[in-house]
Each structure stands twice: as structure tokens, then as C-alpha cells.
T-cell receptor, first 110, second 114 residues
Framework: EDQVTQSPEALRLQEGESSSLNCSYTVSGLRGLFWYRQDPGKGPEFLFT???AGEEKEKERLKATLTKKESFLHITAPKPEDSATYLC???????????FGQGTELSVKP | GAVVSQHPSRVICKSGTSVKIECRSLDFQATTMFWYRQFPKKSLMLMATSNEGSKATYEQGVEKDKFLINHASLTLSTLTVTSAHPEDSSFYIC??????????FGDGTRLSIL
């Protein structure tokens, strides 16, 4: 069964304290892995798409990496404005449906 | 980046009322739109997939007569919650995509049924 698991569920960091979020997936035939950011009361905002093991994408303080079994979202020197829930998702059929992980709620304190 | 507009952002209404939520892709033609429901502190639960000009495909356990979806054009899909009851209160989110592109999400609709 296709599955996406994120860890930790919640992460509290001090401003400037770098860390990583994990997304483990089990899917037959990976057709991409997506990272989104969701602020409270808002819809998810697209961050990255990764397609193959070894691929990396960067955006400001965020860097996403992909292996054959998991993806990491590295946050370097985070700021309070990086506080949000980060979701990863993988497609599970040709129609583009996504399976979402449960998300990691990141809180960055000044 | 791609912009998806969802309206209204918040609805409060009495039990038994039907509520319509609109989802528009503003700067691209969406071949597929998706409707999700999200409970507090939970991830997104896919309700249905909608392709322009064809009937929506509903996920298992989602009542198609309760949640009516219309996808009349490549830029507009609507979700109507019919005869809403308190248990239908939730955060509803739409997304739009085109072939080979990631889904882009609206900002959601907070539905509260009294």
C-alpha cells in the first residue's frame, strides 16, 4: 500500500538553529515528490518537486533532497517567518492524485 | 507562480442550508481540479477529482449526493455541500493542476454549520 510518513510531527527551533524534516515514502513507481508549506487557515503553498534520487532543490533557507526511500527538507538558519506546517506528498496514480504525509509543524522562536 | 482563488473564505450558516464554494485557476487552464477536506491538526483528505466537462470521481466514503462537484470550464470548479449539517463543518480546500505540473491550492473555505 502506498504510504507517506513525516517526522517529527512537531519541531521547535530557536532562530538560527538549523535542522531537517523527514518524509519517508512507499510507493510503486515514484512519479515525483512534492513539498508544500501550509500556514494556519491557508491552503498549502507549493515549494519543490523532486523526481529522482540524488536530486536537490533550494529556495532561500530551504533545501530539499531525495533518496530512493525518503526526502529531507533542510532548514538552514531558520527565522520566525519559517514557522508553518510542512507537508510532503507523492502521486499515487496517473491521474495526479496525491497522498499527503501528516505534516511537520515547525515553530521557530526568536 | 500559479494562482488559485477560492471563494468564500468563510461561511457560517444554519443546518439544512446548501453552500456553494468556488475554485478558480486565475492564470492557467487547469485540466484537473481536486477537492480536499482538512480537519484540525490533520493532513488533507482527498474528497474528489474533477476534470473539465466530465463527472467528478469521488473517493471511497465520500457521498456524491452530499458533495456536488461541477467543473464547467478549465478555470472553474464548484463544490456544493447540500443540506449541510454540523458534521459537515470543516476546512475545504481546492487545488488545480495541469498535466506534468504540481497541484496549486486555494486558500481554503472554513465552513461552520450551526
Amino acid at each position: 500500500e502506498d504510504q507517506v510518513t513525516q517526522s517529527p510531527e512537531a519541531l521547535r527551533l530557536q532562530e538560527g538553529e538549523s535542522s531537517s524534516l523527514n518524509c519517508s515514502y512507499t510507493v510503486s513507481g515514484l512519479r515525483g515528490l512534492f513539498w508544500y508549506r501550509q500556514d494556519p487557515g491557508k491552503g498549502p503553498e507549493f515549494l519543490f518537486t523532486l523526481y529522482s534520487a540524488g536530486e536537490e532543490k533550494e529556495k532561500e533557507r530551504l533545501k530539499a533532497t531525495l533518496t530512493k526511500k525518503e526526502s529531507f527538507l533542510h532548514i538552514t538558519a531558520p527565522k520566525p517567518e519559517d514557522s508553518a506546517t510542512y507537508l510532503c506528498a507523492v502521486p499515487y496514480n496517473q491521474g495526479g492524485k496525491l497522498i499527503f504525509g501528516q505534516g511537520t509543524e515547525l515553530s521557530v522562536k526568536p | 507562480g500559479a494562482v488559485v482563488s477560492q471563494h468564500p473564505s468563510r461561511v457560517i450558516c444554519k443546518s439544512g442550508t446548501s453552500v456553494k464554494i468556488e475554485c478558480r485557476s486565475l492564470d492557467f487552464q487547469a485540466t484537473t481540479m481536486f477537492w480536499y477536506r482538512q480537519f484540525p491538526k490533520k493532513s488533507l483528505m482527498l474528497m474528489a477529482t474533477s476534470n473539465e466537462g466530465s463527472k467528478a470521481t469521488y473517493e471511497q466514503g465520500v457521498e456524491k449526493d452530499k458533495f456536488l462537484i461541477n467543473h464547467a470550464s478549465l478555470t472553474l470548479s464548484t463544490l456544493t455541500v447540500t443540506s449541510a449539517h454540523p458534521e459537515d463543518s470543516s476546512f475545504y480546500i481546492c487545488s488545480a493542476s495541469r498535466v506534468g505540473q504540481p497541484q496549486h491550492f486555494g486558500d481554503g473555505t472554513r465552513l461552520s454549520i450551526l
